[in-house]
Every structure is written in structure tokens, then in C-alpha cells.
């Protein structure tokens, strides 16, 4: 009885902004009522009062022709500017923008003055190269600054950036050069990665081989000193052309509209899309979220958000929402366990961090590591924590509010998507009475429905679909070279309204739950990984007849890839000689074709899939067998018997 009270309070616990936080917030409700009160007024006064416009706009939002959104469009802005020169000439050139921690423990702290002279000299070798308004560059580096002032040269010029994790494997960066017909790629040696050098030059030398052509220039950073080679006439080192330049870089302004950058991911169906972002809304957006929903004081505060530029939380949250805003921030190169598990702790000690941005799935990391390896380290300076990529378990908040926050200061839960450029949906500190585990409510200026599949209002328990009902301005502007997917995938369901591929239930107070991806996408470790996109991995193996994958719920990652692979006739002997170096193979195989983070937890072997009498393999059997549950509902399987089997030989 006490344990069903005690899980009955904790479902409703409440957390109050204390008095001394609320004080000090630079949120105030009156944004709310703002935004409510005229909504585009809202947006247009951000977009005025966070922005430097070297052309002012008169028109907020056109739209006209959806689901193709303009804002601001009249309008002319320079990023780069936004994020740099404008602070320096405001007299801020001291601040540091970035202190960087490089994994080895080799560090660098840059002010806003020397990353403006630095992307001044990238501007100037980009051009050089002949780089223009409107092409694309694909950046293949490890976290380092240069990462940073890659994106942001890139930006400066008007050209259009194409960032591809570093983890991601020479077929998966090829696709992205050939969809995007990238012209110059800005890489590395190599990084640092768990105590090794991880190479990367020689992936793109992979990658431009097996591509169609586009690349014609290669930029490299000296990093790690490992053996590359560079192709005479192609391929230039970063520090003897951009070492080199001159620092002087007159920016000129391009239309808010003007594509910022694309960022793949994964979707439905085998094919990652390029997600393409705008300028002027994009950076309003990111700016307005990073200021309030991180109570961004930027005289005194320092800002560690964890995520790889490789990912939209790093677009958004490492590179354009805190350099918009004049943040001062960390950049960490490397893994949290290196060279000890109390890496993470060691830096926020150092660096006085006072508001850090990660994931649920390295605070559950943490959590399983036991609070003694924080404890050694004092994280005083936090007074603000933030989270996102997946819904954050009660506990893990709990234990991020207490262990790591000590006991009283605020976590917010991000909810987005690469797709919102921004974030959508979070409580504001300092205003918001903190509920765990739930996202909470939309920004000001957002509107979220949350519908049935037939597009009528859900309200309760069971809950339905997620929709932005009304254009934002971080929204994404299309697919690269694709509108027609564009329409089909986010605009076809509920005609104006976004569908964002979540569940989601409102509860009694109007607070959102999320409820997790309602199409083929898996969520590991907080990042998206199509099922579609893994199984044509596994089918172009010689080995592999069929495949099927799932997302299993994971302790630690949240989801888990989990793959039922029928062998081709030929190579019944192999499998039943041996199962386990066979599902090895596989295993390794999707982390070459795709990248590390595809790599499935297991691969089985089996001799059947269930499938419907159309033929359509029912995953939803599959996963209650990787979660160890009761198989559910089979009747319409062709065959019934058929899970049967599988169960056996899975075991
Ligand atoms: C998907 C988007 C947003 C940057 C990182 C991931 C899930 C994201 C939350 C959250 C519950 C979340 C959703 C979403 N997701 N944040 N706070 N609570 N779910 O970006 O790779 O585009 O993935 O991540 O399922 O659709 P992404």
C-alpha cells in the first residue's frame, strides 16, 4: 500500500521555481501573453529585438503556399555577423566564446574577437576555392573549433553547409556529398575518441571514391597527426590556407529565406533526407529558445551543451543559438568515461559550468556508474539543467535534479526535432512548476495539437499524434532536392498542420507527454535511426535472404536495434555451423555500411518472419520478442505458428 501512495505522489510531483531562481529569470510570463495575444507580432518582435537585420523586414510570415513557409522574407541578415562581429563590435571581443577541452586534456579558450578573425580567414579561403552563395559544403570533423568555424565561414559566404557525423561510415558520407553535390568537404586528420585517434581523412578519400564527382577541393585540420595523404591539387591543410588568409572579411547580407544549412536523417524509408534550414527564422527561433529557455545570462553564465555538431543540438545549441546570444560555452572533443568516468564532472568543476544541456541517455549511464563519481567533483556552479533527444524517465530526472544538481535547481526537458530547427516544447525556468518525465508546454509563439488519426482533438489518457498546427519560424523550409517527400511525409496527413511522427497525451494540467515515434523510426541513444535504412544494410549483406528490425526498449539507450535476418539457402551451413560468428558479421557489417551508432545490440538468425497475409512483416511481434514480452495479437499472420518457431530459435 505505501509503495502504490508513494508512486502515486511521485506521478504528481510538482516542482516550484525557487523564489531566488524566479527573481533572476530573464523569462517572464508576459511572453506568454504576448504570444498569445498576436502571435505573429510575437515572432516579428523577436526576430527584431535578438537580430541584427542589415535590411529590416516588413512582412512576418507568408504563407501562402503551403506547406512552403516564408518569414521574414523581406528581410536581409548575415549569420556569421549575428553570431560574431556584431558582439565584437558592441565591445564584447573579450569574452570567450568557446573554451575548448580536447579529449587528450589539451585546451584553448577562444574569445569571440579571435573566432571573427578566424572565420573571417575561412571565409576568405572558401571563396578562394571558389565556394559561392548557394553551394554546398560538406564538414566531416571531429569536435573541435574548427568545426565551429567551418559552419560559420561557411554561413558568412552565403554557401550552404552539409555537417556529417564524425561516426559515420564512407557510404553513408558519399550519399550525402552526391545528394547534395557538395563541392568542397572541410575534414580532419583524424580525432580523438576513447583514449584513440580515429581517422577521418582517409573515410572522405573513401567516400569521394565511390561518389559521383561533385568534390572538387578538400580542406583538412591537422588534429591528431596520423599518417593521410593529400591528393597535390585537390586536398590543402586547413592551417596553410586558413593559417594564411587575411583576417579582414567584408560580409555581405542575404534574404532571410536564403538556405542556412541541410542536415540528414533518418527517415521511413531507406533513403536519409536532407532537412534544409532557413537564416532569418531559423536563428530567431534557436536564439529565442537558447535565451529563455536557458535563462541565459551571457555576462556571467557558462553554457555546456554535450551534443556533436554532427546533430541538430549541435547546430542549434552549440553553434547558433549561444553564439547569436553571446554565450560563453564548453566544447568537449570526447567521450564521457575518458579517461575516467568522472570526465564530464571534471570539466563542469573546471570551467565553473553553471547550465548543461545533455541527454537522458548519459545521465542514465551515469546513474548505473552510482553518484560517488560526481560526488568527487564539485558541480556548484550548475543552476540550471537541461535535457532532450527522448522522453526523461522520472528517476533519471530525479537523479539529474539531485545528484548532479543538487537537490534544488531546475531541469527542463527539450522536447523538437531536426525538423523544428528549435526547440517546441519545454517549461521556461523560473515560471513553469517542473512535472518529471513530462515535457511540458508549447514555447510562446508555438501551437501544438495533439489529434486523432482522423484529425479530431485527442484530450486524456489515451492520447494520439503530435501536430504543430500553426507555421514556426525555425520550421524546416523542405527536403533537399525533394518536395514531393517533403509534402508526403509531415503535410499529407492533417493538410496545414506539421505531423511530427510522435504520440503524444495531454494530462488534467494541459502538460505533454511524449510518448515516443509512431513510424519506423528507432530513437538509440537519442539519435534517429530508420529501421528501413538498417535492414537494406543487412539484405545487401551476400549472406542475407530477408531482414526485419526493431527498436527494443533499452535500459540504458532507450531503444536498441534488434535484426531477424533469414540466411540465403547457400549459407544454411554457415548458420548452423555457427549462429554466433554469423550474427557477428552482420553486426559489424551495418556498422561499416552505416556508421557505429547503427551497429544492432543482436542479430538473430532465423528461419521465418511473420508476415501477413499481404505479405507485410508485422514488426510489432518481432519487438515484444526482443523486449521478452508475451507475443501479442497473431491472427493476422498467414501463418500462426510461425512466431512459434521464431521464438524458439531465438532463444
Ligand atoms: C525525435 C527527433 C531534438 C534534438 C535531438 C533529436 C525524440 C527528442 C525529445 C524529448 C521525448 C524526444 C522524438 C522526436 N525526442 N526530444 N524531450 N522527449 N522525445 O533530434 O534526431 O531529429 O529526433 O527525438 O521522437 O521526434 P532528432
Not at 568545426?147 to 558520407?173: E, K, T, W, Y
Not at 591528431?224 to 587575411?246: C, K, M, S, Y
Not at 579517461?339 to 545521465?363: C, D, F, M
Given at each position: 500500500m505505501t509503495v502504490q501512495i508513494d508512486h502515486a505522489l511521485e506521478e504528481i510531483r510538482r516542482f516550484r521555481p525557487s523564489p531566488e531562481f524566479a527573481a533572476q529569470?530573464?523569462?517572464?510570463?508576459a511572453l506568454y501573453e504576448a504570444a498569445n495575444a498576436d502571435r505573429l507580432g510575437f515572432w516579428a518582435d523577436q526576430a527584431r529585438e535578438l537580430l541584427t537585420w542589415h535590411k529590416p523586414f516588413t512582412?512576418?510570415?507568408?504563407?501562402?503556399?503551403?506547406?512552403f513557409a516564408r518569414w521574414f522574407d523581406d528581410g536581409e541578415l548575415n549569420v556569421a555577423v549575428n553570431c560574431l562581429d556584431r558582439h565584437v563590435a558592441a565591445?564584447?571581443?573579450?569574452?570567450?566564446a568557446i573554451h575548448f577541452e580536447g579529449e587528450p586534456g589539451d585546451s584553448r579558450d577562444i574569445t569571440y574577437a579571435e573566432l571573427t578573425d578566424e572565420v573571417k580567414r575561412a571565409a576568405n579561403v572558401l571563396e578562394g576555392l571558389?565556394?559561392?552563395?548557394?553551394d554546398r559544403v560538406a564538414i566531416y570533423l571531429p569536435m573541435i573549433p574548427e568545426a565551429v568555424v567551418a559552419m560559420l565561414a561557411v554561413a558568412r559566404i552565403g554557401a550552404i553547409h552539409s555537417v556529417v557525423f564524425g561516426g559515420f561510415s564512407s557510404d553513408s558520407l558519399a550519399s550525402r556529398i552526391d545528394d547534395a553535390e557538395a563541392k568542397l568537404v572541410i575534414t580532419a586528420d583524424g580525432g580523438y575518441r576513447k583514449g584513440r585517434v580515429f581517422p577521418l581523412k582517409p573515410t572522405v578519400d573513401e567516400a569521394i571514391g565511390k561518389s559521383?564527382?561533385?568534390?572538387e577541393n578538400v580542406l583538412v585540420v591537422q588534429?591528431?597527426?596520423?599518417d593521410i595523404t593529400l591528393e597535390p591539387g585537390r586536398d590543402e591543410w586547413w592551417h596553410d590556407t586558413v593559417g594564411a588568409a587575411a583576417s579582414e572579411h567584408e560580409a555581405t547580407a542575404f534574404e532571410a529565406e536564403h538556405p542556412l544549412f541541410i542536415l540528414y536523417t533518418s527517415g521511413t524509408t531507406g533513403k536519409p533526407k536532407g532537412v534544409v534550414h532557413s537564416s532569418g527564422g531559423y536563428l530567431t527561433q534557436v536564439a529565442f529558445t537558447h535565451k529563455y529557455v536557458f535563462d541565459l545570462h551571457p555576462e556571467t553564465d557558462v553554457y555546456w551543451c554535450t551534443?556533436?555538431?554532427?546533430?541538430v543540438t549541435g547546430h542549434s545549441y552549440v553553434v547558433y543559438g549561444p553564439l547569436a546570444n553571446g554565450a560563453t560555452q564548453v566544447l568537449y572533443e570526447g567521450?564521457?568515461?575518458?579517461?575516467?568516468?568522472?570526465r564530464w564532472w571534471e570539466i563542469v568543476e573546471k570551467y565553473k559550468v553553471s547550465i548543461l544541456y545533455t541527454a537522458p541517455t548519459a545521465i542514465r549511464s551515469f546513474m548505473k556508474l552510482g553518484r560517488q563519481i560526481p560526488h568527487?567533483?564539485?558541480?556548484?556552479?550548475?543552476?540550471l539543467l537541461g535535457s532532450v533527444g527522448e522522453p526523461i524517465n522520472p528517476e533519471a530526472w530525479i537523479w539529474y535534479r539531485h545528484v548532479i544538481g543538487g537537490g534544488s535547481i531546475p531541469v527542463v526537458d527539450t522536447w523538437w526535432q531536426t525538423e523544428t530547427g528549435?526547440?517546441?516544447?519545454?517549461a521556461l525556468p523560473g515560471i513553469t512548476d517542473l512535472k518529471p518525465g513530462s515535457a511540458q508546454v508549447p514555447i510562446p509563439g508555438i501551437s501544438i495539437d495533439i489529434l486523432s488519426d482522423d484529425g479530431t482533438p485527442v484530450e486524456g489518457e489515451g492520447g494520439g499524434l503530435l501536430v504543430v498546427s500553426e507555421p514556426w519560424?525555425?520550421?524546416?523550409?523542405?527536403?533537399w532536392g525533394d518536395p514531393e517527400r517533403f509534402k508526403e511525409t509531415?503535410?499529407?496527413?492533417?493538410?496545414?498542420k506539421y505531423f511530427a511522427g510522435d504520440g503524444a497525451r495531454r494530462d488534467e494540467d494541459g502538460d505533454i507527454w511524449l510518448l515516443g515515434r509512431v513510424d519506423d523510426v528507432m530513437n538509440v541513444s537519442g539519435h534517429r535511426l530508420s529501421t528501413a535504412e538498417i535492414e537494406s544494410s543487412l539484405v545487401a549483406h551476400?549472406?542475407?535472404?530477408e531482414a526485419a528490425v526493431v527498436g527494443a526498449s533499452d535500459e540504458t539507450t532507450g531503444q536498441a536495434v534488434v535484426a531477424f535476418v533469414i540466411l540465403k539457402a547457400s549459407q544454411a551451413d554457415v548458420a548452423s555451423a555457427d549462429v554466433a560468428a554469423a550474427s557477428e558479421e552482420l553486426r559489424k557489417h551495418v556498422a561499416t555500411q552505416?556508421?557505429?551508432?547503427?551497429?544492432?545490440?543482436q542479430v538473430f538468425i532465423v528461419n521465418e518472419l511473420p508476415k501477413t497475409r499481404?505479405?507485410?512483416?508485422?514488426?510489432r511481434l518481432l519487438r515484444d520478442l526482443a523486449e521478452g514480452r508475451?507475443?501479442?495479437?497473431?491472427?493476422?499472420?498467414?501463418?500462426?505458428?510461425i512466431m512459434q518457431i521464431i521464438s524458439e530459435q531465438v532463444k
Amino acid at each position: 500500500m505505501t509503495v502504490q501512495i508513494d508512486h502515486a505522489l511521485e506521478e504528481i510531483r510538482r516542482f516550484r521555481p525557487s523564489p531566488e531562481f524566479a527573481a533572476q529569470s530573464v523569462a517572464d510570463p508576459a511572453l506568454y501573453e504576448a504570444a498569445n495575444a498576436d502571435r505573429l507580432g510575437f515572432w516579428a518582435d523577436q526576430a527584431r529585438e535578438l537580430l541584427t537585420w542589415h535590411k529590416p523586414f516588413t512582412r512576418t510570415l507568408d504563407w501562402s503556399n503551403p506547406p512552403f513557409a516564408r518569414w521574414f522574407d523581406d528581410g536581409e541578415l548575415n549569420v556569421a555577423v549575428n553570431c560574431l562581429d556584431r558582439h565584437v563590435a558592441a565591445g564584447l571581443g573579450d569574452r570567450v566564446a568557446i573554451h575548448f577541452e580536447g579529449e587528450p586534456g589539451d585546451s584553448r579558450d577562444i574569445t569571440y574577437a579571435e573566432l571573427t578573425d578566424e572565420v573571417k580567414r575561412a571565409a576568405n579561403v572558401l571563396e578562394g576555392l571558389g565556394v559561392g552563395t548557394g553551394d554546398r559544403v560538406a564538414i566531416y570533423l571531429p569536435m573541435i573549433p574548427e568545426a565551429v568555424v567551418a559552419m560559420l565561414a561557411v554561413a558568412r559566404i552565403g554557401a550552404i553547409h552539409s555537417v556529417v557525423f564524425g561516426g559515420f561510415s564512407s557510404d553513408s558520407l558519399a550519399s550525402r556529398i552526391d545528394d547534395a553535390e557538395a563541392k568542397l568537404v572541410i575534414t580532419a586528420d583524424g580525432g580523438y575518441r576513447k583514449g584513440r585517434v580515429f581517422p577521418l581523412k582517409p573515410t572522405v578519400d573513401e567516400a569521394i571514391g565511390k561518389s559521383a564527382g561533385s568534390v572538387e577541393n578538400v580542406l583538412v585540420v591537422q588534429r591528431t597527426g596520423n599518417d593521410i595523404t593529400l591528393e597535390p591539387g585537390r586536398d590543402e591543410w586547413w592551417h596553410d590556407t586558413v593559417g594564411a588568409a587575411a583576417s579582414e572579411h567584408e560580409a555581405t547580407a542575404f534574404e532571410a529565406e536564403h538556405p542556412l544549412f541541410i542536415l540528414y536523417t533518418s527517415g521511413t524509408t531507406g533513403k536519409p533526407k536532407g532537412v534544409v534550414h532557413s537564416s532569418g527564422g531559423y536563428l530567431t527561433q534557436v536564439a529565442f529558445t537558447h535565451k529563455y529557455v536557458f535563462d541565459l545570462h551571457p555576462e556571467t553564465d557558462v553554457y555546456w551543451c554535450t551534443a556533436d555538431v554532427g546533430w541538430v543540438t549541435g547546430h542549434s545549441y552549440v553553434v547558433y543559438g549561444p553564439l547569436a546570444n553571446g554565450a560563453t560555452q564548453v566544447l568537449y572533443e570526447g567521450t564521457p568515461d575518458t579517461p575516467h568516468p568522472g570526465r564530464w564532472w571534471e570539466i563542469v568543476e573546471k570551467y565553473k559550468v553553471s547550465i548543461l544541456y545533455t541527454a537522458p541517455t548519459a545521465i542514465r549511464s551515469f546513474m548505473k556508474l552510482g553518484r560517488q563519481i560526481p560526488h568527487e567533483f564539485n558541480l556548484r556552479s550548475l543552476r540550471l539543467l537541461g535535457s532532450v533527444g527522448e522522453p526523461i524517465n522520472p528517476e533519471a530526472w530525479i537523479w539529474y535534479r539531485h545528484v548532479i544538481g543538487g537537490g534544488s535547481i531546475p531541469v527542463v526537458d527539450t522536447w523538437w526535432q531536426t525538423e523544428t530547427g528549435a526547440i517546441m516544447i519545454s517549461a521556461l525556468p523560473g515560471i513553469t512548476d517542473l512535472k518529471p518525465g513530462s515535457a511540458q508546454v508549447p514555447i510562446p509563439g508555438i501551437s501544438i495539437d495533439i489529434l486523432s488519426d482522423d484529425g479530431t482533438p485527442v484530450e486524456g489518457e489515451g492520447g494520439g499524434l503530435l501536430v504543430v498546427s500553426e507555421p514556426w519560424p525555425s520550421m524546416l523550409r523542405g527536403i533537399w532536392g525533394d518536395p514531393e517527400r517533403f509534402k508526403e511525409t509531415y503535410w499529407e496527413k492533417f493538410g496545414d498542420k506539421y505531423f511530427a511522427g510522435d504520440g503524444a497525451r495531454r494530462d488534467e494540467d494541459g502538460d505533454i507527454w511524449l510518448l515516443g515515434r509512431v513510424d519506423d523510426v528507432m530513437n538509440v541513444s537519442g539519435h534517429r535511426l530508420s529501421t528501413a535504412e538498417i535492414e537494406s544494410s543487412l539484405v545487401a549483406h551476400p549472406w542475407t535472404a530477408e531482414a526485419a528490425v526493431v527498436g527494443a526498449s533499452d535500459e540504458t539507450t532507450g531503444q536498441a536495434v534488434v535484426a531477424f535476418v533469414i540466411l540465403k539457402a547457400s549459407q544454411a551451413d554457415v548458420a548452423s555451423a555457427d549462429v554466433a560468428a554469423a550474427s557477428e558479421e552482420l553486426r559489424k557489417h551495418v556498422a561499416t555500411q552505416i556508421g557505429a551508432i547503427a551497429r544492432p545490440r543482436q542479430v538473430f538468425i532465423v528461419n521465418e518472419l511473420p508476415k501477413t497475409r499481404s505479405g507485410k512483416i508485422m514488426r510489432r511481434l518481432l519487438r515484444d520478442l526482443a523486449e521478452g514480452r508475451q507475443i501479442g495479437d497473431t491472427t493476422t499472420l498467414a501463418d500462426t505458428s510461425i512466431m512459434q518457431i521464431i521464438s524458439e530459435q531465438v532463444k
